[in-house]
């Protein structure tokens, strides 16, 4: 195999990881329906936009590469079948190794907490559940929620807050959302009189950090901050599991039941303030 090709299943390869499956078959489509002389900058322009700058990336290398090599119905085809051939392997492994912050001068194959779970709400068709310490900053995700909530998808929040934190947390993470999102959305906190104290007299924290999205479970070190996602170093799991979907469920969903998780079923006038670095 001579370098130039390898390079080119390569970066192939590289892509098919980061690809969310709805822009992958559009991408294909679009391949599939440019004239064969095209050039590679003009198929790069006609191919789907996305805001994740590392797919970005390997779309157009992945393209350049190809030009010489194969014609864009062919790379196509590659693209189809060497997605497909990840995905099923992604359906028999189940778990996903996830993260943010620096990179590895040694590459490995994980997707951004983030992207992952933008991907996720994206692509939600029933229910999502987010369990958060802090939110602040995260417009992206917010815009992703209201989408998936115009889409019919049940949004749940359960969060922590400043009073019933005594003061642990500086900022309600309700605040990160919308007025008019969180009036009709599911909203959970965990009263003061339901935490045990340390010796100190402190409360415990509502700590957690959870993503359950349909069939998908995500757990990451990671609260819902633009930090979080952009500059500190976390580290998380994306479990495709049926049984584990279900003990997690049931575990939130005892919490609920039981009473040590309660809704908030009046929302007060939230008050805006700047957000904290988190």
Known sequence: MTNVRK????????????????????????LRSVDSDTSSDRVIKKLPLTNNADLSFLIG?????????MS??????????SFEIYQQSLASQRIELL???????????????????????????????LVTFAASRI???VNELVNA??????????????????????YDALKAFPETFVQNTEVYCWPIEKRDRNQAGRPGKLHAKLAIVDDTVLISSANLT??????NL?????????????????????????????????????????????
Do not use: H
């Open 139 to 141: 417009q992206r995700l």
């Open 234 to 278: 976390e580290v998380g799991v994306m479990i495709q599991n049926n049984e584990f979907l279900i003990n997690t469920k049931n575990y939130i969903g005892s919490l609920i039941s039981c009473g040590i998780l309660s809704r908030l079923t009046t929302m007060v006038p939230i008050v805006l303030a700047p957000s904290p670095t988190v």
């Open 149 to 170: 909530r115009q889409r019919g998808v049940k949004i749940r929040l359960i969060l922590e807050f400043e009073q019933s934190s005594e003061g642990q947390l500086s």
């Open 7 to 30: 390079d080119l299943f390569e970066s192939i390869d590289k892509l098919v990881k980061k690809a969310p499956a709805d822009w992958m078959i559009a991408a294909c489509e679009t």
């Open 61 to 69: 290398e992945t393209v350049r590469m190809a030009s010489n090599t």
């Open 99 to 129: 993260w943010s912050g620096p990179t590895p001068v040694a590459q490995i194959p994980a997707r951004r907490i983030d992207q992952a779970l933008y991907d996720l709400i994206a692509n939600a068709k029933s229910e999502i559940l």
């Open 226 to 231: 633009d930090d979080a996602f952009n500059r």
């Open 72 to 81: 864009w119905e062919a790379l196509s085809w590659a693209l189809d079948s």
